[in-house]
């Protein structure tokens, strides 16, 4: 089950190339879509995986789920004359590829706002953290008992109707020999049904891209910013220290919380055009506030601004260029 999570977005981006790279592949399967509902045109074809954007995945899947049947039947029929599509064909005809077709489209589609607003250029950590917290519980709340037998039952009923091999057990694997009197050597975990397998196998990777050490360190320079503009300067002593400590030698600790508790009398609005307006001899005052502003200038929130700038010159100097 792991490998065919792996493997469905994979697949998936190959089914979709598989079908638009060959115009009689794309007849074959816009004939089969037109038996199946005339009303379909080529605007529902397959559409691949773009690997500089990760804000389509959703339709890309959703697509691929809709037109499942249709795929399998275009599959069949070219597997015999074809190793890819013989490969995709093994691939798609188990439900349990299915079942993590329809997990991966529950889990972009929701994912898919998180990932669009965090490549904005003016998201800060701290609304990055809370966007990831809320889209989290809604994840954490997918998992109950009750909703995850619902989407077992409705998979399982689709991979009958569709005549898809059911969901197996792995097979038990015996430990090393060299491990068979070892009592401190783990045993292996024993599943008692298909479903219990596929549900402990499933893992939504989101937080832990969160849980770097210098992400609580941007986080901290945000907050004694804007808390010291909310005059709650006695709460970020802790982060004040945080920040001198990773930046040793930067940061004057005494000097810096001063600073910071003055800083309310001298901005009206923006706090960084606030500065700049002053004259050079009265930034001096403010200076390792400054340097703090200056830490954030440097070191976005996100790096989606500098992919984006390399994924665009990638338009204009190709492999051929």
Same mark, same amino acid.
């Given at each position: 089950?792991?490998?065919t999570?792996?493997?469905v977005?994979?697949?998936?981006?190959?089914l979709?190339?598989?079908f638009?790279?060959?115009?009689?592949?794309?007849?074959?399967?816009l004939?089969?879509?037109a038996?199946?509902?005339?009303?379909?045109?080529?605007?529902?074809?397959?559409k691949?995986?773009?690997?500089?954007?990760?804000?389509v995945?959703?339709k890309?899947?959703?697509i691929?789920?809709?037109?499942?049947?249709?795929s399998?039947?275009?599959?069949?029929?070219?597997?015999s004359?074809?190793?890819?599509?013989?490969?995709?064909?093994?691939?798609?005809e188990?439900?349990s590829s299915?079942?993590?077709?329809?997990?991966s489209?529950i889990v972009?589609?929701?994912?898919?706002?998180?990932?669009r @607003?965090?490549q904005?250029?003016?998201?800060?950590i701290?609304?990055a953290?809370?966007?990831?917290e809320i889209?989290? *519980?809604r994840?954490?709340?997918?998992?109950?008992?009750?909703?995850?037998?619902?989407?077992w039952?409705?998979?399982?009923?689709?991979?009958?109707?569709?005549?898809?091999?059911?969901?197996?057990?792995?097979r038990?694997?015996?430990p090393p020999?060299r491990?068979?009197?070892?009592?401190?050597?783990?045993s292996?975990?024993?599943y008692?049904?298909?479903?219990?397998f596929?549900?402990? @196998?499933?893992k939504?990777?989101i937080?832990s891209?969160?849980k770097?050490?210098?992400?609580?360190t941007?986080?901290?320079i945000?907050?004694v910013?804007?808390?010291?503009?909310?005059?709650e300067?006695?709460?970020?002593?802790?982060?004040?220290?945080?920040i001198?400590?990773?930046f040793? *030698?930067?940061?004057n600790?005494?000097?810096?919380?001063r600073?910071?508790a003055?800083l309310?009398?001298?901005?009206a609005g923006d706090?960084?055009?606030?500065?700049?307006?002053?004259q050079?001899?009265?930034?001096r005052?403010f200076s390792?506030?400054?340097?703090?502003l200056?830490?954030?200038?440097?070191?976005p929130?996100?790096?989606a601004m500098?992919?984006?700038?390399f994924?665009?010159?990638?338009?204009?100097?190709?492999?051929l260029?």
């Amino acid at each position: 089950m792991k490998g065919t999570q792996v493997n469905v977005l994979e697949n998936v981006n190959t089914l979709a190339k598989l079908f638009n790279e060959s115009a009689k592949r794309t007849a074959i399967f816009l004939n089969y879509k037109a038996a199946d509902d005339p009303a379909l045109t080529k605007n529902t074809i397959l559409k691949p995986l773009c690997p500089k954007r990760w804000t389509v995945r959703s339709k890309s899947l959703n697509i691929v789920l809709f037109h499942i049947e249709n795929s399998l039947s275009v599959l069949d029929s070219l597997k015999s004359k074809e190793s890819v599509a013989n490969g995709l064909s093994a691939f798609f005809e188990k439900t349990s590829s299915l079942f993590c077709l329809e997990v991966s489209v529950i889990v972009f589609d929701i994912t898919e706002e998180l990932a669009r @607003n965090l490549q904005t250029s003016d998201i800060s950590i701290t609304s990055a953290l809370r966007q990831t917290e809320i889209v989290m *519980g809604r994840l954490t709340d997918l998992r109950t008992e009750e909703n995850f037998t619902e989407l077992w039952e409705k998979v399982k009923k689709h991979g009958e109707d569709l005549d898809l091999q059911p969901v197996s057990l792995p097979r038990d694997r015996k430990p090393p020999k060299r491990l068979e009197h070892n009592i401190n050597a783990l045993s292996p975990v024993q599943y008692s049904s298909p479903e219990q397998f596929s549900r402990q @196998n499933i893992k939504v990777e989101i937080e832990s891209h969160f849980k770097h050490p210098g992400v609580a360190t941007y986080k901290a320079i945000e907050n004694v910013i804007v808390k010291s503009l909310n005059g709650e300067v006695e709460n970020i002593r802790y982060q004040v220290l945080q920040i001198c400590e990773h930046f040793m *030698g930067v940061f004057n600790v005494e000097s810096f919380t001063r600073q910071l508790a003055i800083l309310t009398a001298l901005t009206a609005g923006d706090v960084l055009d606030s500065i700049k307006r002053e004259q050079p001899q009265t930034r001096r005052l403010f200076s390792e506030v400054c340097t703090c502003l200056k830490l954030l200038l440097v070191l976005p929130a996100t790096l989606a601004m500098a992919e984006r700038t390399f994924s665009a010159l990638r338009h204009l100097k190709t492999w051929l260029r």
